[in-house]
Each structure stands twice: as structure tokens, then as C-alpha cells.
């Protein structure tokens, strides 16, 4: 069974191009980049996923 991502492509991008590991990525793809990366995109998916909620109330 596969499993759909949450996140897409283009965000994901977007987030490691704000953090600096895109390069990483673009070299090695997502499997390259360190743990410590992976959570920070995930805490910034969040961040702006609150930004998106705030706005909307």
C-alpha cells in the first residue's frame, strides 16, 4: 500500500529552499537529507499551516 503525501512537492521544495538543504535534495533526494532537516521542514509546514488557520478567523 502506498502512501500519499500530506505535504506537496512544490511545498516541499519551497521549505528546503528556506532552510538550505534544497541542494542536498536536488543531489540526493529527499532519503539524503539528515533527520534534523526532515523535522525542521515539518515544524515549518506547521508554522505555516497556523500562519493559514490565523488569517482565516
Known amino acids: 500500500m502506498s502512501r500519499k503525501g500530506i505535504m506537496s512537492k512544490e511545498l516541499k521544495e519551497e521549505i528546503a529552499k528556506d532552510l538550505g538543504f534544497y541542494d542536498v535534495?536536488?543531489?540526493?533526494?529527499?532519503?539524503?537529507i539528515k533527520s534534523r532537516d526532515a523535522g525542521n521542514?515539518?515544524?515549518r509546514a506547521i508554522e505555516m499551516a497556523e500562519q493559514q488557520t490565523n488569517?482565516?478567523?
Open 41 to 43: 521542514m515539518v515544524k
Open 55 to 57: 488569517k482565516k478567523k
Open 25 to 32: 535534495v536536488k543531489a540526493e533526494g529527499w532519503g539524503g
